[in-house]
């Protein structure tokens, strides 16, 4: 059995256990690698980086666990710069399993804000995060188009108490704030169809500025929103969060992932091109 042979006849489990390897190695290992930043990226920390004090941002946390690894950076990177520069937010869940992730992102990101940072050469002093003043957790409804429709007439018609249980009437921050015409724009987090509705249902209803983060698989089928400007922005994966916290100056897991999904991919593209490349030769010989 010749070289191309043993290529051709390669256990896969050889594959799995080499990039499981790679991605221990590069997970244990810290280095760096450049991160280009796109302009449909750069667009949405612009957008949010230019917001006021006291603005509403609107955050959708519309994924699941298993798009957890993708989109949880994007939304604490996100989040943690919109308490940063003082601005509320509102955020909602329209996935089932959404409440209990969006929950912990609160808390997390609520205690990280709590400690001294300098960002990009700003320095912001640590500062508690109140419920009811700096942000409204609204929880999760079934049914997103219909959701995401009543908000647009009232927040209170889908959700007439937030996730704990507070009636918003009752909530110092969601005074006078009655539907999308209050907040500067709805950042959406999704890792479904979702994120149609928004575009369909929400943006195209009630024409409020709108921003994306999705799955890295999702990114291209919205590229055209973006074109005809029914959307200002998309975040793509993990490399689309990657890009985010470093805008934000703010390096977390997407950063440190990068590492580890660049590697892992370029075996398993090496990995493609020996099988190929066995493939070729073996044929040729046998013709």
Known sequence: MNIFDRMMSLDRRWVFLFVALVCVITYVWPFSIPIRITNEVKAIFNYIDNLNEGDILFLGIDYDPNALAELHPMTYAIAEQAFRKKMRVIFVTLSQNGPGMADQAIRDISDSVKLDKTYNGV??????????????????KPYPALVILGMGQNFRIPFPSDYYGTPLDSIPMMKGVM?????????????GNVADMWISYGQGRYN???????????????????????????????????????LADNPGPAIDGMRIQVYAHIVIILFIIIGNIGFLVSRRKQG
């Open 123 to 140: 320095f912001y002093p640590g500062r508690e995060i109140i419920n009811g003043i700096d942000y409204v957790f609204l929880g999760y």
């Open 179 to 191: 539907n999308y015409d209050q907040v500067k724009c709805v950042v959406d987090f999704a890792a």
């Open 208 to 246: 409020f500025p709108l921003a994306l983060g999705m799955t890295g698989v999702m990114g291209a089928d919205y590229y055209p929103y973006l074109n005809s400007g029914q959307i200002f922005g998309i975040m793509g994966g993990l490399l689309g969060a990657a890009q985010y916290e470093k």
